[in-house]
């Protein structure tokens, strides 16, 4: 296991690689776009214009890779989620993490069967959020699929458990969900209306992570908007 987990976590940072890659590219043609609006402007004053825009991509993708690490690790530390924990729900939990290690791995057809264990065993124990951290999982395995329909049914349904079981946050993850949906198919201006009804969700439950996260995806959808 611990060699499936590495490689898991290896596939998941090259993924998140070329995503800030793509990010920083569009700050760099923001950048490069100044200059024509700036145009009629001294060289002085279009540098800085563009060197602001740079340093603001910089920051923005330094940004999105300490959220992303701290919100992991804040998703794997939950009670029902965390190794040291005991019973069927922890077991369940780890069941739900084995899955995510698979699906990150590439193993989709192994993750897709820890995961429907882990469901059963949510549903027994008559979990709600746990429940509805499966489905956000098994709609992300199919978003990388491709499939669209399912994942869309996936969110929406981890978004229905979690305002059954009043998780504010549990919400928020769900809202998140659909978001990334939404701009995967480029459509920008349901996707960030997602994200910022998360932002409020987590602003509600004084989750600065998870808030800060969904403004920089915002951001991301209002500078793929610009281009």
């Known amino acids: 296991m611990p060699t499936l987990i590495q490689s898991a976590l290896s596939a998941r940072r090259a993924r998140a690689g070329r995503r800030?890659?793509?990010?920083?590219l569009g700050f760099v043609g923001a950048a490069g776009l100044s200059y024509f609006f700036t145009f009629d402007r001294p060289a002085t004053f279009q540098a800085i214009i563009a060197g602001t825009i740079v340093t603001l991509g910089?920051?923005?993708?330094?940004?999105?890779?300490?959220?992303?690490?701290?919100?992991?690790?804040?998703?794997?530390?939950?009670?029902?989620?965390?190794?040291?924990?005991?019973?069927?729900?922890?077991?369940?939990g780890r069941l739900w993490a084995q899955g995510?290690?698979?699906?990150?791995?590439?193993?989709?057809?192994?993750?897709?069967?820890?995961?429907?264990?882990?469901?059963?065993?949510?549903?027994?124990?008559?979990?709600?959020?746990?429940?509805?951290?499966?489905?956000?999982?098994?709609?992300e395995m199919a978003r990388q699929n491709e499939d669209a329909a399912t994942a869309?049914?996936?969110?929406?349904?981890?978004?229905?458990?979690?305002e059954e079981a009043k998780s504010g946050r549990g919400i928020a993850e769900a809202l998140m969900?659909?978001?990334?949906?939404?701009?995967?198919?480029?459509?920008?201006?349901?996707?960030?209306?997602?994200?910022?009804?998360?932002?409020?969700?987590?602003?509600?439950?004084?989750?600065?992570?998870?808030?800060?996260?969904?403004l920089i995806c915002i951001a991301d959808t209002m500078i793929g908007r610009s281009m």
């Open 100 to 139: 995510e290690a698979l699906r990150l791995s590439g193993q989709l057809d192994d993750a897709r069967g820890l995961y429907h264990d882990s469901l059963m065993m949510f549903r027994k124990l008559q979990d709600l959020e746990g429940q509805a951290m499966v489905h956000i999982s098994a709609g």
């Open 152 to 162: 869309r049914e996936a969110f929406s349904r981890a978004r229905d458990l979690c």
């Open 58 to 92: 910089a920051v923005t993708v330094a940004m999105d890779a300490i959220f992303m690490r701290q919100l992991h690790r804040q998703r794997l530390s939950r009670p029902s989620v965390a190794g040291a924990a005991t019973g069927p729900k922890a077991q369940a």
């Open 20 to 24: 800030r890659g793509f990010m920083f």
């Open 177 to 214: 969900a659909q978001g990334d949906l939404a701009r995967q198919e480029e459509a920008l201006d349901p996707a960030r209306d997602r994200y910022e009804e998360a932002r409020d969700r987590y602003a509600q439950q004084q989750d600065r992570l998870g808030e800060g996260y969904a």
